[in-house]
């Protein structure tokens, strides 16, 4: 009615408030909500909530250039801020101590829980605080920085969980692997860490693959290694053996099934596996007399072990003063050094003793191999 006079408090506008008083906003805001129901006390919490606003972020400044974004601060102190207004009674005092407190706090969890670049237990983050106050004060009494053991007297903490809390202090701003490394160098802390090797899965089989390609004979070996690590085709293995492609892939395929064999056996099986079929690469030597001639007959693979069988038959067929002395090769698929060392030994004692030699029926391979250790075979 006319004359009458509406008691009613808001809350003063942004506008016209100047310096808040929160306390004076706060208590218009708790009489306006005074017996209205839940559903309709929005509208006035929002008015309370903005009106606040600045007092918060003054707060949150408070804390900037410690390594967390202002808006970081900011929207952590605005949920304090609504934690406070809708907790406020009152009746327990001052609002603006109320939420002064409450958004502090809320600024303060968030460091503590938030803002760790790797994770680190509650109970250390909690030692981590108290070595560093005790630090700061044990410095101002001794003059000095204290040591582990005196910063575990004075907080009565074993050493090994004060040690813990000073290494877990790192893990709150770790160095970014992107930094570099220093100086004019282009590196970075990344280069820097190891990786995963997906070859160390691999290291038993290569491990055992290596022991079982020396119980292969000298050729398969030889023929191994120029497929898959020289990268020879069949054809090129042929040639360079003197035998055709396809025996170059049947050797191929019982060396491969042989290691895979082994490989799955506890012991390794025979190479043959018991089959009577000769070894085409075991060392064969005979001399035979042939009028006043005498033929050695040369067949598989001479390596080291054949090597000195080799070297006995020829200096056997030089010490009969034979007319001449024939080193029929057709059979041989390969030399390797203790082979063409004792090639040479038998022309150097027929050299001495003044007896023909001559090397007969090479195949191209091993053609090669004499003519680069100046053991030039006869043209057949």
């Known amino acids: 009615m006319f004359g009458q006079t509406s008691t009613t408090t808001t809350t003063p506008p942004p506008t016209e408030r100047g310096l808040e008083d929160l306390d004076a906003a706060a208590l218009a805001y708790a009489a306006r909500i005074e017996g209205l129901p839940p559903e309709r006390r929005g509208e006035a919490r ?5 009106f606040a ?37 009152p009746e327990r005092g001052s609002f603006t101590a109320y939420a002064a407190i409450t958004i502090v706090g809320e600024i303060k969890r968030h460091f503590r829980d938030r803002t760790w670049g790797v994770h680190v237990p509650r109970r250390l983050r909690d030692l981590i605080l108290e070595v560093g106050q005790a630090t700061a004060a044990l410095t101002s009494e001794l003059s000095r920085a204290p040591s582990v053991a005196e910063l575990s007297a004075r907080l009565e903490t074993p050493q090994a969980e004060i040690l813990a809390a000073l290494e877990s202090a790192a893990g709150y701003s770790p160095a970014s692997l992107n930094a570099p490394v220093g100086g004019e160098s282009s590196a970075e802390f990344g280069d820097l860490v190891g ?3 997906n070859a160390l899965e691999s290291v038993d089989d290569r491990v055992t693959v290596s022991g079982l390609l ?21 054809a ?18 019982r060396a491969l099934t042989w290691l895979r064999q082994a490989m799955l056996a506890d012991a390794p099986p025979p190479w043959q596996n018991g089959a009577a079929e000769p070894d085409p690469g075991k060392t064969r030597i005979s001399v035979k007399q042939n009028g006043d001639r005498v033929v050695v007959e040369v067949g598989g693979e001479i390596d080291r072990d054949g090597a000195d069988q ?15 002395v024939v080193v029929d090769l057709v059979g041989a698929g390969g030399f390797d050094a203790g082979g063409i060392a004792a090639l040479m030994a038998g022309r150097d ?28 075979p006869a043209r057949d």
Request: charged share 30%; glycine share 8%.
């Open 46 to 50: 929002d008015d309370l909530v903005r």
């Open 53 to 89: 606003l600045p007092f918060a972020g003054r707060l949150a400044r408070r804390y900037r250039g410690r390594g967390e974004p202002l808006e970081d601060l900011e929207q952590v102190a605005r949920l304090g801020l609504v934690n406070a207004v809708d907790r406020y009674d």
């Open 195 to 197: 990786e995963s090797d």
């Open 214 to 234: 020396h119980r292969l004979p000298w050729r398969e070996r030889r023929i191994l290694a120029m497929r898959f690590y020289g990268n020879q085709t069949q």
């Open 236 to 253: 090129e293995i042929a040639a360079r053996f003197g035998i055709s492609q396809m025996h170059v892939s049947r050797l191929l395929s």
């Open 310 to 324: 080799l070297r006995r038959a020829m200096l056997e067929a030089v010490t009969g003063q034979p007319s001449e």
């Open 349 to 376: 004692a027929a050299e001495r003793t003044g007896v023909p030699l001559r090397l007969t029926r090479v195949q191209p391979a091993v053609r090669r191999s004499l003519t680069a250790a100046g053991l030039a």
